[in-house]
């Protein structure tokens, strides 16, 4: 999982990374990265709305995109915020299509 200075916690800072970020659009998810010179670990917000399902359904497409992040670290520049939102359809997204996605958008816009 994600270190607590690994997360984007402030309602302010999803604004700022949504409104002014880099904008990568896939099938399940819509990736937004603003790289900061910022002397920090890189820090994931993630947004799941009540459209893409129930509540447990939500939770399960949150803690796969944290575990997606969470190997992805490594690769990911220091300074970077990053903010996935995830779309109805990653309900019935297996956890291989989200990787895919998420690490293909990550590669080309948060690359260290």
């Known amino acids: 999982m ?5 997360r984007i916690t402030r309602g302010a800072e999803y604004k700022a990374v949504v409104r002014g970020g880099a904008r990568c659009a896939a099938a399940h998810t819509v990736t937004y990265v603003v790289a900061t010179a910022e002397d920090r670990p890189a820090r994931f917000g993630f947004i799941v709305s009540k459209q893409v399902g ?3 359904t939500r939770n399960t ?4 995109l944290k575990a997606v992040c969470a190997e992805a670290l490594p690769q990911v520049r220091p300074g970077a915020d990053v903010v ?4 109805p359809s990653a309900a019935a997204a297996d956890f ?3 990787r ?3 690490t293909r958008c990550l590669s080309r816009r948060a690359a260290a």
Not at 2 to 6: E, P, V
Not at 84 to 87: D, G, H, V
């Open 84 to 87: 996935i939102r995830a779309l």
């Open 61 to 64: 497409v949150r803690r796969r």
């Open 96 to 98: 291989a299509a989200l």
């Open 54 to 56: 129930s509540a447990v």
């Open 2 to 6: 994600l270190a607590r200075g690994n």
């Open 100 to 102: 895919t996605e998420v």
